[in-house]
T-cell receptor, first 115, second 116 residues
């Protein structure tokens, strides 16, 4: 059974700092991995989608890497800003079994960027 | 990617009542998905809404409690029936975006439900 773990559960950093969020998954048989941002009480905003054949994806100040064989992904945020404060979720799309929409989510990392 | 409009954004409901959540997509999609996020937990898939056929429910979720409507390829509703405080959660709809096997998912803005 696929399980996704995110470390740390919470992180507080001063503005301007570079930071790394970690995501690990137990089964390397995945189609892709997606990073989302969730503001309190709100829906999910997709940040980056990495296919199983890719090593990394970049969007602005965000860079996500994927090491499928070791079951790990990292989300790197450069020059953090108070507006980056949110919960960051990673989710894998299993390569087999389950319903098509059944993304497996981690519990998220709650990020707070202090001015 | 698709844009999803989800309503209502939040509601406070009395126990024993029902709430219907709507999702409208700006393009036609074959499948729509409904998720629940209980406080402090990760998202869990409730069901897949199929156009023209009954929804497919995940283990632990039943049609009597979470009836789903999918009248066309751009719209779906999820009803939370006979609510109890344990149903207090964020409910989200989602659609696949992309091509072939390399698709990701887009989510609606969520419905924050509090049952009192």
């Amino acid at each position: 059974k696929q399980e996704v773990t995110q470390i740390p559960a919470a992180l507080s950093v001063p503005e301007g700092e570079n930071l790394v969020l970690n995501c690990s998954f137990t089964d390397s048989a995945i189609y892709n991995l997606q990073w989302f941002r969730q503001d309190p009480g709100k829906g999910l905003t997709s940040l980056l989608l990495i296919q199983s054949s890719q090593r990394e994806q970049t969007s602005g100040r965000l860079n996500a890497s994927l090491d499928k064989s070791s079951g790990r992904s990292t989300l790197y945020i450069a020059a953090s800003q108070p507006g980056d404060s949110a919960t960051y979720l990673c989710a894998v799309r299993p390569g087999y079994g389950g319903s098509q929409g059944n993304l497996i989510f981690g519990k998220g990392t709650k990020l707070s960027v202090k001015p | 990617s698709a844009v999803i409009s989800q309503k209502p954004s939040r509601d406070i409901c009395q126990r024993g009542t029902s709430l219907t959540i709507q999702c409208q997509v700006d393009s036609q999609v074959t499948m729509m998905f409904w998720y629940r996020q209980q406080p402090g937990q990760s998202l869990t898939l409730i069901a897949t809404a199929n156009q023209g056929s009954e929804a497919t429910y995940e283990s632990g979720f039943v049609i009597d409690k979470f009836p789903i409507s999918r009248p066309n390829l751009t719209f779906s509703t999820l009803t939370v029936s006979n609510m109890s405080p344990e149903d207090s959660s964020i409910y989200l709809c989602s659609v696949p975006t992309g091509y072939g096997t390399d698709y990701g998912y887009t989510f609606g803005s969520g419905t924050r439900l509090t049952v009192v």
